[in-house]
């Protein structure tokens, strides 16, 4: 199994990425997707997820600022962040809902003030 997370960077706060996850080695259609991240000297915590169905369901962190979807044709999970604030600075990454697979290496978000 492998989950590549891609689309980190520096921002500044106020602006917007779009996060990537390529997972491989799993029958992704059949998974609920979830996205994680760890912030410097913090627990890893869930963000957000999407179920087979199209579900979707967001941390109060980051709700009304998030949206996640999937692409079962490309095996890809995606999160959109806008108004991006210095407290979303962290290393994203994505995982079956209840993270069951290996974790991948992450993508880093650095939101500047």
């Known amino acids: 199994v492998q989950l590549q997370a891609s689309g980190g960077g520096l921002v500044q706060a106020g602006g917007s990425l779009r996060l990537s996850c390529v997972a491989s080695?799993?029958?992704?259609?059949?998974?609920?997707m979830a996205w994680y991240r760890q912030a410097p000297g913090k627990q890893r915590e869930w963000v957000a997820s999407?179920?087979?169905?199209?579900?979707?369901d967001y941390a109060d962190s980051v709700k009304e600022r998030a949206t996640v979807s999937r692409d079962n044709a490309k095996n890809t999970i995606y999160l959109q962040m806008n108004s991006l604030k210095p407290e979303d600075t962290a290393v994203y990454y994505c995982?079956?809902?209840?993270?069951?697979?290996?974790w991948g290496q992450g993508t880093l978000v650095t939101v500047s003030s």
């Open positions: 080695g799993i029958l992704f259609s059949l998974n609920d």
């Open positions: 995982n079956g809902l209840y993270a069951y697979y290996s």
């Open positions: 999407i179920s087979i169905t199209g579900h979707t």
